[in-house]
């Protein structure tokens, strides 16, 4: 019996991990026929540094993917579909939810940053700017390296 129950235990924890997506690695098209199929949005209230930050990307993005990049403040209007590269904290759905996830993550979290994919966004905060600048490395140093021009994401 106790192998019967142990055996069962096994492939539950297995089946919830699979179905949870815990470990799954995915990819996320940042193109549509052909054209880019995404947008990096940044605070309309940024400061100097942090647009500076969000236009390295863009720029950054461009070169690596040989694309032209939109680049706008979090006043213009989401539309359905679209993936939406967010920096820092914005007026996007979930920005609290990742920023909570960040902070709670440690009590010393100054150079914490995280990178987090939830639906149509992929949500890249950095508790600091230079966290943020790390952050922004980390996603084009190990994201933009597919030459299909699809982002890589773990969740």
Known sequence: ????????????????????????????????EGEPGFIIVRSAEASNE???AANELRQT???EL??????????????????????GQTN??????????????????????????KGDYIYIMGMTLLSLQDAINYFCDTFLKDTNGKVAYDY
Request: proline share 2%; with cysteine; glycine share 6%.
């Open 92 to 117: 996007r759905p979930h920005t609290e939810e990742v920023y909570k996830e960040l902070a709670n993550e440690n009590e010393n979290n100054g150079l914490d940053y995280i990178i987090r994919q």
């Open 50 to 52: 942090e647009r500076e």
């Open 1 to 32: 019996m106790k192998k019967k129950i142990s055996l069962f235990l096994v492939l539950s924890i297995l089946v919830t991990t699979v179905l949870s997506g815990c470990g799954a690695k995915g990819k996320i098209s940042l193109f549509s």
């Open 66 to 87: 040989d694309v032209k990049v939109t680049y706008k403040p979090d006043t213009v209007k989401h539309e359905d579909g679209q993936i939406e590269i967010v920096l």
């Open 61 to 63: 993005i461009a070169d």
